[in-house]
């Protein structure tokens, strides 16, 4: 049989052009659906809400802004799919009988190397799954493992360098609930380099097919959006099959694990390897000390109170959160983030004094959290505190991770 041109899968549309339009469509269609289950708040998806819906109010950027930032770049990664996969207008050309008799006689190579003998006709059936199946199997685990590889190395660099982070990155960290719309709120050229030329460099690094594009882009948006929906879903098959899923992105939009959880979005390999990653329970006994820490803080004041007062005779009141010395780190859930004005340059501003001029207590903001009366030698720390943040800390390229943007601890 000669050689022969693959049909497009639609008559009216070629692959070429389907490769770009689904991916959009996927990612409408998604982001639309996790909306309204949003807004629906039907009782049976909002136990698996991450945080909860009065949250969104904090996030520093309207929805509007949102969709219109993730239109521009649609358009921009359209008008890269255009170059890379429609520009190029030669049609697919498949020699199918020579791709087969190539395999048939790699395998029956390996079979005389081990000494097994089997007939043509297996010979054939087992060439046949290779093909048409194994070996686009492969090409699509290599485009998802440089598409992790490059997503990593960038979003990593983005974090760590202080300009990048401010002037691009710290658009996407405006968002501290994230929800689906949200999975492509980037700085253009963020999104075009790292989304945009990433997932076409796999496309092109994997040698894949039109078709084979068409599943992987559509498949890649799919699992961008389904990671920014803001639900922990366990009859999710995306959140159950990849532990880089909703719940483990979640934890990088936290100040607490803003220097952690960079891999996306398929694997968490590197973040094992290079020693980033932070499970949900180590979020959580973070989340458990700081709220100790600010129940300290206002019970040492509450207690300072009752002290002032008891000379005077006056009746104690207790005090809630003080509103002048209120450090949004104290906030076992804030973002801590602020469009990038909170990135490195206040992380070094984390262990500065703050201090009530008309009161006897001196509360220090540093990272073991001691609240102290000048007049006194009392002070409050709470328990696993500093040996939390010793093994919390890693040095991260001349930064300490778990500091940083958004003045994570």
């Known amino acids: 049989m000669a050689p022969t041109v693959q049909a497009p899968l639609f008559s009216f549309i070629s692959d070429q052009s389907l490769a770009l339009l689904l991916p959009i469509i996927v990612y409408w269609v998604y982001s639309l659906a996790f909306h309204w289950i949003s807004i629906k708040e039907f009782g049976w998806f909002e136990k698996y809400r991450i945080h909860d819906k009065e949250e969104e109010t904090r996030n520093r950027v309207s929805l509007p802004e949102v969709i219109k930032a993730v ?42 190397v081990v000494g097994i003998q089997m007939s043509q006709a297996t010979i054939a059936n087992m060439a046949h799954v ?19 590889t490059w997503q990593y190395f960038l979003h990593r660099l983005f974090h760590n360098v202080p300009y990048l982070y401010k002037h691009f990155h710290s658009r996407h960290h405006r968002l501290y609930v994230t929800y689906s719309f949200g999975a492509l709120y980037n700085h253009p050229f963020e999104g075009f380099l790292m989304d945009s030329i990433g997932a076409s460099l796999a496309f092109l690094v994997s040698g894949m097919g039109n078709r084979g594009a068409l599943a992987f882009f559509s498949f890649s948006t799919l699992k961008t959006v389904d990671d920014h929906c803001g639900y922990n879903l ?9 532990w880089n899923n909703a719940d483990y992105h979640d934890i990088h939009h936290q100040n607490f694990g803003i220097k952690s959880n960079f891999s996306q979005p398929f694997g968490t390999i590197w973040d094992h390897i290079l020693g980033t990653h932070m499970s949900r329970e180590e979020a959580n006994q973070i989340i458990k000390i700081k709220e100790e820490r600010k129940a300290a803080r206002l019970a040492a004041k509450n207690q300072e109170n009752v002290t002032a007062v008891s000379s005077t005779g006056a009746s104690p009141v207790a005090v809630g959160p003080i509103k002048s010395v209120y450090n949004k780190d104290e906030d076992p859930n804030s973002s801590g983030n602020n469009s990038g004005n909170d990135s490195h340059e206040e992380g070094e501003k984390r262990s500065t004094s703050l201090r009530r001029t008309n009161s006897s207590v001196a509360i220090e903001s540093t990272t073991t959290t001691l609240i102290q009366e000048k007049s006194g030698s009392s002070a409050v720390e709470v328990p696993g505190y500093r040996e939390l943040l010793s093994t919390r800390a890693r040095v991260d390229n001349g930064f300490v991770s778990g500091k940083g943007q958004g003045k994570a601890l």
Do not use: H, K
């Not at 030669?90 to 790699?106: C, E, G, K, P, V």
């Not at 366990?234 to 990849?242: A, D, G, S, W």
């Open 130 to 148: 290779c093909y048409f199946y194994l070996e686009s199997m492969i090409r699509f685990f290599v485009a998802m493992s440089f598409l992790d």
């Open 234 to 242: 366990p009859f999710n098959p995306l959140q159950r099959l990849f």
């Open 71 to 112: 239109i521009i770049q649609q358009l921009l990664q359209t008008a890269l799919g255009f170059i890379v996969v429609v520009a190029d207008d030669s049609d697919m050309i498949f020699d199918d009988d020579l791709s087969l008799a190539r395999y048939q006689t790699w395998i029956t190579s390996a079979l005389a």
